[in-house]
């Protein structure tokens, strides 16, 4: 199983689009977006998946995007999110919040942590769990995203 997480859209429908061509070829189960949605037009580009969306810095009219993402029959987890996916547990946040990021990577209760916020792709292991951030779909050099096998949670960044 794959799913696949962005960050970063940034309202920017180019952008966005090149990002939902490049994830059709991976066929994800679901998708995670951490946050920095920046329009309500964003939304509907990721309704071939099942799509759970947390708030950035960037999202001023939560409430706004709040009623694209419920129209769209996607789920708002507001500025922090989890799910269970088969065995795994899994956090995403926007980070810009410096304090709840470090204390949900800390806290050992999450397999995998996904975030957004700092336009640069990574990986890496911290005390067993692993911490993903995609890139950014806009205002980044490469722009990129990122595919996590499950349950190996194998990570591939894709630079679009």
Known sequence: MQIAVVSDTH???????AAIEELKKYEPELVI?????????????????????VFGNVDFDERELRESIEISGQTCHERWGSLSVGEKSIAFLHSDDSYKFRETVQSGEWDLVCYGHTHKAETHRENGTVVLNPGAIYRAD?????IVDLPSLDVTHIEL
């Open 11 to 17: 309202g920017q429908m180019q952008y966005t689009r």
């Open 142 to 146: 490469p722009h990129s995203i990122a």
């Open 33 to 53: 977006h951490c946050g920095d949605i920046g329009s309500p037009s964003i939304v509907p580009l990721f309704d071939q998946w099942p799509t759970h969306f």
